[in-house]
């Protein structure tokens, strides 16, 4: 009988966490997911060969979640109760429901997960749904640890902070009784990566991420009429030679072109210094989205194709740690062609870095 770590899936989306799970290489396999957008679900269909349920969350009882016989659940429950946008109005936000719920039937398992990995936004350490989260864990007896990290640290070019939790339940932990030595007393918020030192990995080229072709494809080109509404804003124009980008949002490839995310420069790259007063200056920048497939290759999604200098970097430093390196294990991140550019972007701006979920299960909750 196989004793590979069996993981359930919460608010699965097109997978980011099961790919993650993938990456690491780690005994482990996620037995199901549970979701409610059904374009996620048929993008997660086409991939995984396997439909999340679509149940909301706050209505499965602890029979439905038993009977998985779950030793892990990875969560990435919505972010916007915990943003500016959302109006980070935390448990009232109707949108914390599904993750309280599931905060509340973890007492009432006669088998709690042994496991658990939740993904959020930069913010939600300071919230009252987390705080209620790690009560919960450090009642029942596991071992907590935060972090807020992002893409860069492990030599991706990409911004994206993100709040990450682990949590493991040693065999035989009975509920704590004493709440005299409380967790949310004595716990600090690492941001370090790996954990112990911090390492400096190289950041490679955006040039290395990108499709070449799409510069000509009207599909991705940013409309003027959006560059004339941007009244001296300092957009973040990256090049074939950046090392960095922004943090890719939802409203990436819409018209809020603002904070979305980068945006391309494809023409007269010796233009460096930009005039933010005339926006007619930035039309001949040839400025244009990063597509989908880039996205994808920054937030580690497993594809068929990564440029060679993202796949040949195979040293492992400090702790085992490794540098980037393309994911390429399958089965691959790929769109059923009824799955709209714009609905491609929402998806991929609402989802996770795989790589670096894939680290910290790998080198860290895994680790035995
Ligand atoms: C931040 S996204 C997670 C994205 C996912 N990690 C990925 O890689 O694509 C949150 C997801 O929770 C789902 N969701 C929100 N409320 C839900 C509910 N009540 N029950 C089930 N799923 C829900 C949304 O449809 C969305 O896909």
């Known amino acids: 009988m196989s004793d590979s770590i069996r993981c359930l899936e919460f608010f699965s989306g097109i997978g980011g966490l099961h790919y993650a799970v993938n990456i690491a290489g780690v005994d482990a396999q996620v037995i199901a997911a549970f979701d409610v957008n059904e374009i996620a679900n048929k993008v997660y269909e086409h991939n995984f060969k396997k439909k999340p349920l679509n149940k909301t969350i706050e209505r499965l009882t602890p029979n439905d979640i038993a009977k998985y016989k779950a030793d892990c659940w990875l969560l990435s429950p919505p972010c916007q109760p915990y943003t500016q946008g959302g109006r980070e109005k935390d448990c009232d936000d109707p949108r914390a429901k ?55 640290q492990f030599g991706i070019p990409n911004h994206r902070l993100r709040y990450y ?79 960095k980008t922004s943090c890719v949002t939802k409203s990436y490839g819409s018209h809020h072109i603002m904070t979305s ?71 691959y991140l790929e769109f059923p062609s009824s799955v709209t550019i714009g609905q491609r972007y929402r998806l991929l701006g609402n989802s996770l870095n795989c790589w670096v979920v894939a680290e910290l299960l790998r080198c860290h909750l895994f680790q035995r």
């Open 98 to 152: 599904p993750l309280m719920h599931l905060i509340d039937l973890l007492p009432r398992l006669a088998d709690p997960p042994r496991y658990l990995f939740l993904e959020n936004v930069k913010n939600f350490e300071s919230s009252q749904s987390r705080r209620k989260l790690v009560e919960q864990l450090d009642a029942l007896g596991y071992e907590i640890h935060e972090c807020l990290l992002s893409p860069i």
């Open 165 to 243: 939790l682990t949590a493991r339940r040693c065999h035989n932990t009975q509920a704590k009784n004493d709440v005299s030595d409380s967790y949310v007393d004595r716990c600090t918020i690492n941001t370090t990566w790996p954990f112990s030192e911090e390492a400096h990995f190289e950041l490679p080229e955006l040039s290395i991420f990108l499709q070449p072709e799409a510069d000509d494809d009207e599909r991705y080109k940013v409309p003027f009429k959006d560059l004339k509404r941007l009244h001296n804003f300092r957009l973040d124009i990256v090049r074939p030679d950046s090392r």
């Open 261 to 331: 995310g980068s945006m391309m420069q494809t023409k007269k790259l010796e233009i460096t210094e930009y005039d933010w007063s005339n926006s007619e200056s930035l039309t001949e920048l040839g400025l244009r989205f990063l597509t989908p497939t880039e996205i994808a290759r920054l937030h580690a999604f497993p594809l068929e194709k990564y440029h060679e200098g993202v796949i040949s970097n195979t040293t492992s430093v400090m702790g085992g740690c490794r540098p980037f390196i393309g994911p390429t294990v399958q089965p």
